[in-house]
Each structure stands twice: as C-alpha cells, then as structure tokens.
C-alpha cells in the first residue's frame, strides 16, 4: 500500500484547556478530494492550519507522502513546504496589496530561489492564463480584480511551485454563485492536470457534493463521521450529518417542508450505538465514550460499541 | 394600498472617481401579507433598492430619485428626518445580515428592545422592558427574562438573530425587510432562522421582503421573487414559476450554476466573466457580455421589463412566447 | 471586577519598580559625576569624602535599595543643586506653577478639542470638518516655541494686551497657559474625530437609524459611549501633563516650573532631584493607565460583565 498525500494520526490541539481539535485522524489519498465540513467551532480551520504545520500540534502525527513532519524544525520543513500549499477564503487580505499580480503569482519561486527573475516573470504569466486570466494582468494589483479573479491569482500563487497537496480553506465563500462555479471548475481541473490532493475545508455542503470523493464531518474538534461523499449524502449515519443535510435549503419551492430541529444534547443522546459483531474492525468494547468505527465501504461514524 | 410602492428607482453614489450607479430604474410592489424575495449577486442594488426604501443611505454621497417611493402609502422621498424616523420601525423594520455587530455592544439586548418601543409608543421604560420580555419569549428563546440583562457578546449569533427579529417585530411593522438575514450564522442555525421568519410571518400576516444572494433561501421562504442584476430587475414572477421556467437567461444561468443539485462529483455550469462594473455599466442590458443568446440589439439597449405571461414580467428581448408557455 | 482592579494594580507596581531600575541604572551610566564639573575642580581627597558622604560609593544596587527606602518615607533626599532644601520641598514649590499651567491647559484645550473633533465627525467632508482637521494639524506639528513666540509677538509686542513673560499674578498665565493648551487641544480633536468616525460607521448605528431611533438620540446615548471608550485610553495618560507642565512653554514664559529643573538635574548629575522628577512622573504614568484601564472597563461590558478574559 502506498503512502497517503497526507495523512493525520491522532492529531490535536488545544488552546487553554480547550481541545479546538481531539485526536482527529483524517487521509487524504492522492489524487483526491477530501472535504473537511463542519460549522464555526468544529476545528475545521485549525485541522487545516495544524496539517500545515503553520499551527504546533499538542499532539499526533502529520504525514506528507509518508513521511513525519511532526518531529521537524520550521528550518527543516521549507522543503516540504514546496509539496504544500494553501488556499484561503478572504483572497483580498492574502494579497499584498502593494505588489503586482506577476509579483504575487512569482514570489514562492523566489522564496525557494527557484529559476532567474526572467524564467520566474514568464512562469507568472503563464500561470495567470493556466487560471483563466489574461497575461497582461501580470502587471495589475489586486485591488482592480473582482473576487473571483483574486481568488483565481490565489490559486495561481500556491499551484506554482508544482506542490503535490493543497489545503483551500472555504475558497468560494466569499464568491458570488456565478462565479463560485468557475473556481470550483478551475480547481477540478488543476486537480486533474497536475494529479494534485486537495483537502477542502467548507461548511459549504452544495459545493463539498459536487467536488469532493470524500466527505469528513467534525463536531467540536471530533471526526464524527468520514465517508466517500455519496455515501454521506445518501447514507449518512451520525445524526449530526443528518442534521447538517437536511439544513440545506431545497432549490425547489414544492419542496418546502417544516424542519424539527435538533439540540446539541439531543444530537449526542442519538449517538448511534453498534454491536462489535456488525464493524468491519475490531473496536474496544464496552467504553462508555464514543469512538469512529468503521462500517462497511469505508464508512466510519462516531458510535458507541456494546458488546 | 400597497405596503411598498417602488416606481422607476435610481440610486447612485458621487466617488472620487466617479459616479457608481447601484440601482438603475427598479420598480416593484408588496401587498400586505405578501412575501417577496430579492435575489441577487453583490453588486446587483438589491441591498442599496432596500436601504434607499428606508432613507439608510447618507445622502449625498447617495444621491435617490424616483417616480414612486413609498411605505404604506407615506411618500418617503423629500420628507425630514423626523418624518422618516417615525415610518422606520413601526411601519417598516430590518434585519440585517451580521447579528454580531448590528447591536450596540454597550447596552443589554434588554435596553435595546425597550428603547425602539419607546421611540414609537407611550409607554413607560417599564411597560416597555415587559414587553421586551414577551418579544424575545416570541422568538423562542429560553429563559428570556434573563435575556434581557444581558450584552450582545454574551449570545451567540443564532440567539442574537433571534433578538434582532424580535427588536424588529416589536413596534408591530406592515413590512419586515430582512436583508440577508442568514448569511452570517451556521447552516443548521440559517435553517431555523428561516423557519422563525416564516412562522412569524404567518402569523402575524405582515409583508416581507427576504433579500438573499442564496436561491435556496428564496425557494424556502417567499411567494414571489424579483431577481436582480446590474442595478436592473431582469425577471419577476411567483416562485414556483420562476425555478421551474426561468425565463430571464440570467435567472437560468443562476439557477443551473449552484453547485451541488445532483450527486456525484462533477464540473459545474458556469456564468463567463463577471459581474458589470457599476461604475460603467455596459450600455444595453447588463447581462448581455456573459449572455449566451445575446444579439447585437441588447448591446445597444436595455430592453425594458415586460409582462410576458400571467404575473410574470422579464426585460429580456430574447424571451420567445413559446418558451414562456414551455 | 474587584479582581480585576487587584491584578491591574499588582502589575503596576511591578511595572513601576522596573521602571525606577532602568531609570536608575540609566542615569548612573551618564559619565560623570556630581562633582566633575570643569570650572573649579575639587582636590581628589575632599571629592572622595563629598562622594562617601554621599553614599555614592556604594555599589549602585546599595545606592538604589537606599533611594528607594527612603523614597517610600517620602525623604527623596537634598539636591545637590541646593542643600539648604529638600527634594521634596523643592518639587512641592515648583509644582505649583507646573500644575496650575498644565491644569489649565487641558481643562481648556481638552473640552473645545472634544467639540472640535466631534463636530467635524459629524460634518465629515463640510467646511467644519476641513477646518478641524487643519487646526488640529497645525496644533500638532507647530512646535510649541513657535506658537509661543507668535503668541508673545502679537498678544505682548504689538498689541501689549499682555505682558510678555514671568509668573506672578494670573494675568501673566494667559499666554503660556494658552501655547500649552494648544497640544491637548489638538490630540483630543484628531482622537475625537477618529473615534466618532469609527462609532458612526459601525453597523449597529444604522440598525439604530432603522428602528426609528431620532438622530439626537443616536448621537448623544449610542455615538457618544461607543467613541469614548478608545478615547479614554488617550485621555488619562495625557493628565501627567499637568504634573510636568511643558519644559518649552516654561521656558518660553520664564515659568518657575518643575521643567528647568529637569534640564539642570540632568546637567548636574543632581541624582536626588533627577531620580525624584523621574519617580514622579513615572507614578503619574502608572497610575493614569491604571486609571484609564479601569475606566475603559467599566464602560466596556465585555471586560466588565466576564472579567479581562474573552
């Protein structure tokens, strides 16, 4: 079996005495997308952080391609820095507004000092057509692009150095619908020309159905169900990513039905309970704490094992 | 009479560099007990049409004209500030989009209630607290009472939605205007806060105006929609209609564009380009540069909205009758 | 919020008796000494003994473990400028005039540049806000000896309405009192403006607009607590004028003020008189932030509903 693009063990992080993310386990394969969908305060965007080594775990393992960057100085993850890339959701802020979209798209090059300043220009330019952008622009600054073309130079910036996994943290959020669908089309096409791994954090579950090949549900900094996205959107088993579902609205107006609507306590009294008999693995038995078992087809939900 | 009456509606903003024209000639109606949606992309006027409805922009820089602007029959346009102050909130209130900053983060949630009843009826501060009290009862938040003593950053943006409904519904309005009303909070809270303003609605049989980028939002909550694009209605009609036969190219567009709608992992439909820059719009109709079916005719004017069947109206040259009967 | 009070107060004492060592250990590392002086210099044998007398051969930790202990009894020594007095004697006199030139300053500077800058917040991009905006510029960046100079030129040498300088009787106040108020005036309009622009571009100002609130109203209850809590954090700091009056306007207007003993301790290695000054104006510091941290909290009910943490 060959190593995962990324792969996090047992991962957490804790501010205060708060565990923001506990114990969290989450593969990305490669060549994949994984969505990572959960709401404000399930630790999506700190799993994020934390797999990029831009936040200090408390704990666990983080894996690119096999290999363990956990024990790693800053120093000596600059190499690895170029297989790992990121996305982020407000691409106003993460633009220097003072430098010009070539400069922007170049400047990781330039960091890994990477091709002359000639070579580095052209790769920009070419970049800013390989996103849908005109060359020209290379000259521009990002305040006279709309929202959509940033986040399109965004994309450029992290693609360049040709890394092999890219985090985007809710990327279309801030995006129009018209234009959403251009970044979540731009974003599958990358993926399949440069065979890259994307793990895409959103709470955007319309977008997560039609980009991802698997869905990873957090609830306060827990995994509380992982499955290949269909399977979560027709089978879903945590009554959490039941209730998430059923929140979407329906785009059709015959459709419209009155919600019941589920507390937080009534979500962990509905945790669903397994005999060890019925799991594809074997679980520790009789712990009154819940813990992600695996059903059949890959399908793993947070459920409490009897014996 | 009708609650709102928007008749040829132009707003646009002095810039250093420019004028920005955010609504170019909208017109639209609300009957009582009617629910309308505004849908539309940022940049489209349809917060600016709302905003201009209730006097909220400085002016200048805004600069609002129209032929017919008015709230259950009050005229508000060349009226004083005093005059508008006693319509906002009692004949017409809003919600807006981020509960987290739309209240004075000084005084208790309490305070805020009580301090729009005062402004609109004679009522003592006490009187005014106790209603307060039922308002947020309403809204069904627990152990309201308690509620009331405390200070926005003490809830949390869903329990805060909620009391900005219920300082809105305080003074009984005609009309709730809710101006993306859930684009801030959590899925699961959106859907209950939606559900809320449904329930309310119902109940107390007032108009309501849902302005929303979401389509979603729209097919769960109103009756009729407008639908909006570079400062210009592009189609109205009942909601049914409208996301069962679009007919507007845009409204197809827009419709075929959000993501998500059948399962599996696929490329999406999307809209070219990018929305018209309202510093300089294109000339003719705004969607005629990411238009599929444009001519050269929309180019050069902006067609003008048109009754194309019962209750439906479109400002779209291209529309043939026989899709309207499709 | 008692809490609170405590653990603000315990960090600045401690932030006060960092700030006397660096203050010490500072005016120790000046070469020279008291006693070094060119004009007429003393044999080394009666300079060692002026210097044991002193103390000041001690090692600098005894020298300051001493300063303090007295200090804490209020005996900051006799400055060697004078032995007749004590510090403590001579601060006192000289305060007097400081206080009083600075009191007054910011009692009138401080009100008409809240005014000021409110009133150009409320008209912003008018005529009044322009001219605000240019007052409060100039204010800041004319150094204070040239509105001294203008003010003696035109009040006492052309028009000799006042009398130039000196101290004595209140008429004699105006002019400095007025180049000082100049400053206060001018930071208090800029921070006024700012924080009112701030408060009234916040979304809760129109949400207050629409739910039918009058504009007065909005103004004076919402506007006006919203922008003063930044503004207390410049406010209170700004009072330790008061202590030190202004070294330029009380040589400007030969006001017997505390400034010119700043400059001559200073010179003179006078280490009582320099640590004293330097304690004094240190506490005011201290205790003015303590102040506007309390302040900022009790209009502030985020710090004051959950205490400072969240």
Known sequence: ????????????????????????????????????????????????????????????????????????????????????????????????????????????????????????????????????????YATRYPHELSGGQRQRVA????????????????????????????IVNLLQDLQADMGLSILFISHDLSVVRSLADEVVVMLRGRVVERAPTDMIFAGARHPYTRALLDAVPVLDPKARRRRSFMSAEEISARTPRYRAAELETQPLVDTAEPQLVALAGSHFVEAIVTG | MRLVEIEDLHVSFSQHDGLVQAVRGVSFGLDSGESLGIVGESGSGKSVTCAALLRLLREPPAKITAKTLSLSGHSVLGISNRAISTLRG???????????????????????????????????????????????????????GAVTNYYPHQLSGGMLQRAMIAMALSCEPDVLIADEPTTALDVTIQAQILQLIKDIQAETGMGLIMITHDLGVI???????????????????????IFSAPLHP???????????????????????????????????????????LAVAECRQTAPPLETKAAGRQAACIRVAAEMVAA | MTGFIIRRTLSMLVTFIVVSIVIFLMMHSIPGGPFDGNEMPLPDNIRDRLMAQLGLDQPLYVQYLRYMWGALHFDFGVPYQSPGETVMGLVAHAWVPSLVLGGSGIIIGAPIGILLGMAAALNRNSWIDYVASALATLGLTIPVFVTSTLLILVFAVWLHWLPASGWGEPKRWILPILAY????????????????????????????????????RIIFQHVLRNSAIPMVTVFLPMFVGIATGSIFVEAMFRVPGLGAYFVSSIEKRDYPLEMALMLLISMLFCISYLLSDILYALLNPRIRVDGSRR
């Open chain 2, 250 to 292: 845009y409204t197809r567009a827009l419709l075929n564009s959000v993501p998500g709608q059948t399962a599996g992992k696929q490329r999406l439909v999307e809209i070219a380009g990018s929305s018209p820059n309202p510093s300089h719009p294109p000339a003719g109709c705004p969607f005629h540069p990411r238009c599929p």
């Open chain 1, 155 to 182: 994309v450029a910036r992290a693609l360049i150095l040709g890394p092999s996994v890219l985090v985007a943290d809710e990327p279309t959020s801030a995006l129009d619908v018209s234009v959403k669908a251009q």
């Open chain 2, 219 to 241: 097919a769960e909550t109103v009756d009729r929609v407008v639908v909006m694009y570079g400062g210009k209605v592009m189609e109205t009609g009942p909601v049914e209609a």
């Open chain 3, 181 to 216: 108020a100049a400053v206060p005036l001018a930071t208090y309009a800029r921070y006024a403006r700012s924080a009112m622009l701030d408060t009234l571009n916040k979304p809760f100002v129109t949400v207050l607009r629409a739910k039918g609130l009058s504009e007065r």
């Open chain 2, 90 to 144: 009692r004949v017409a209130a809003m919600v807006f989009q981020d509960p987290m900053t739309s209240l004075d983060p000084v005084f208790t949630i309490g305070h805020q209630i009580a301090e729009t009843i005062l402004a609109h009826r004679k009522v003592t501060k006490r009187e005014a607290l106790a209603q307060a009290v039922e308002l947020l009862r309403r809204v069904e938040i627990k152990n309201p």
């Open chain 1, 1 to 136: 079996m060959t190593a995962a693009a990324l792969e996090l063990r047992q991962v957490t992080k804790r501010f205060g005495d708060q565990a923001a993310v506990d114990r969290v386990d989450l593969v990305v394969p490669h060549n994949k997308v994984v969505a990572l969908v959960g709401e404000s305060g399930s630790g999506k965007t700190t799993t994020g952080l934390l797999a990029l080594r831009l936040l200090a775990a408390n704990g666990g393992q983080i894996l690119l391609d096999g290999q363990d960057l956990t024990p790693l100085s800053q120093k000596a993850l600059k190499p690895f820095r170029r297989q790992m890339q990121v996305v982020f959701q407000d691409s106003y802020a993460s633009l220097d507004p003072m430098m010009t979209l070539g400069e922007i798209i170049a400047e990781p090059l330039g960091i890994h000092g990477l091709f002359t300043a000639a070579e580095r220009r052209d790769q920009a330019r070419r970049w800013l057509e390989k996103v849908g952008l005109d060359a020209g």
